[in-house]
Structure formats: structure tokens, C-alpha cells
């Protein structure tokens, strides 16, 4: 079993729906990273969490550290949104999810 | 915000070559500095850590001599694929961690994609 499971594996979704992506994980951490991969292979950093909410543009991030478990959700989701979202945690070295392959049409 | 750059950002060689790939951080110190192995719809794996003036450390299972990091100064570590073979065609990727902004943000270059042929 994987230490970071991420859910859904893919999703497609219409311009302006509502997304959610969950990531749980089974080591202790000190701190959850979420992170967008371009078709290119590009990776940026959206949140770094340990605790609570994060909120940056459309993009909400979410952290329960009592249930091991993390959501990023984006709001009136656009095309290029689409994207591979990975969850990474951080006991020491990191741990990364196997991602969410994000379609988003118009 | 921090920029970490990566070249080339495709690579294709015959077997039997070495290919090298730097990682520079432009606009800040990167004494640490992390490879990333990535194949097709897999998650990342951490190759190596790149540590400034001394060896790297590398992951169970990652050759040394087949992979070989350099990190000669604060701003550029290099990952050289010796002998390359068609086993080693993937996606490198390296990352640098600002520690000077204290936030624990990720910078990633953009990524190498290496076809041996």
C-alpha cells in the first residue's frame, strides 16, 4: 500500500464546476504539499500545509492532521486548469502521490 | 519568487553516451538540491540529494556511478547519466529548496526528458 493515496486517479470536468481532489497519507508528517505538473512536466507549488486552510486565487487547500487526510478543491474550474495535482507529504524526505490527472473542458 | 532553471529540457542520445543535466538556481543559494526520477503516469522518485562542497547522498536501489552528481557551487548541481541506456529514458527533474525564505516552498526546474535510443 502506497503512503500517499490520491483520489480520484483522473477526472474530467466542465468549465465552471466545482473540483475536488483528496490525498491521505499514512506516515507522520510535518507538513503536505500540493503541487500542479503541466503537460510539459513542469511542476509548480501551489500550497505548502501543516495545519488548517489555504486559499490562493480559485485554489482551496485543506489539511486534517488528526484523519491523515488532505483536499484541494479549485472553484470555477477553466480549461487550463487541466493538470496533473500531486500530493507530496513530509515526515523528512518527500513523499509523493501518484497524482490526479485533471481534464477540464470548455 | 524563486526560480530554479533545468538544461536541457529534452534530450535524445544514443546508447553508450553520457548525457549531463544542470539545475541552477537563478535568483537564490540553493546548498541543497534534490533529483527526481519520473516515468510515464508514476509519481516521483527522489534520486539523489545534492549537497553543496561534498558528495551526494543517494536513494537505495539509484547506482552511484551510473548517476553521478556534482554540486560545485551554490547555484548549480549536475546530474550526468553515464553510459546511458534505454533503461534510462525518463523524465529528471531537480528541486531546490529556498531555505533562506523560511517557508518551506518547493522550486522545481522544469524538467529534462531523456530518450536513449
Known amino acids: 500500500k502506497n503512503e500517499v493515496e490520491q483520489s480520484p486517479q483522473n477526472l474530467t470536468a466542465q468549465e465552471g464546476e466545482f473540483i475536488t481532489i483528496n490525498c491521505s497519507y499514512s506516515v507522520g508528517i510535518s507538513a503536505l504539499h500540493w503541487l500542479q505538473q503541466h503537460p510539459g512536466g513542469g511542476i509548480v507549488s501551489l500550497f505548502m500545509?501543516?495545519?488548517g486552510k489555504k486559499k490562493h486565487g480559485r485554489l482551496i487547500a485543506t489539511i486534517n492532521i488528526q484523519e491523515k487526510h488532505s483536499s484541494l478543491h479549485i472553484t470555477a474550474s477553466h480549461p487550463r486548469d487541466s493538470a496533473v495535482y500531486i500530493c507530496a507529504v513530509r515526515p523528512d524526505k518527500l513523499i509523493f502521490g501518484t497524482g490526479t490527472r485533471l481534464q477540464v473542458f470548455p | 519568487g524563486a526560480v530554479v532553471s533545468q538544461h536541457p529540457s529534452w534530450v535524445i542520445c544514443k546508447s553508450g553516451t553520457s548525457v549531463k543535466i544542470e539545475c541552477r538556481s537563478l535568483?537564490?543559494?540553493?546548498?541543497?538540491m534534490f533529483w527526481y526520477r519520473q516515468f510515464p503516469k508514476q509519481s516521483l522518485m527522489l534520486m539523489a540529494t545534492?549537497?553543496?562542497?561534498?558528495?551526494?547522498?543517494?536513494e537505495q536501489g539509484v547506482e552511484k556511478d551510473k548517476f553521478l552528481i556534482n554540486h560545485a557551487s551554490l547555484t548549480l548541481s549536475t546530474l550526468t547519466v553515464t553510459s546511458a541506456h534505454p533503461e534510462d529514458s525518463s523524465f529528471y527533474i531537480c528541486?531546490?529548496?529556498?531555505?533562506?525564505?523560511?517557508?518551506?516552498?518547493?522550486?522545481f526546474g522544469e524538467g529534462s526528458r531523456l530518450t536513449v535510443l
Open positions: 535568483d537564490f543559494q540553493a546548498t541543497t
Open positions: 545534492s549537497n553543496e562542497g561534498s558528495k551526494a547522498t543517494y
Open positions: 528541486s531546490a529548496p529556498d531555505w533562506g525564505r523560511n517557508t518551506g516552498e518547493l522550486f
Open positions: 500545509l501543516s495545519s
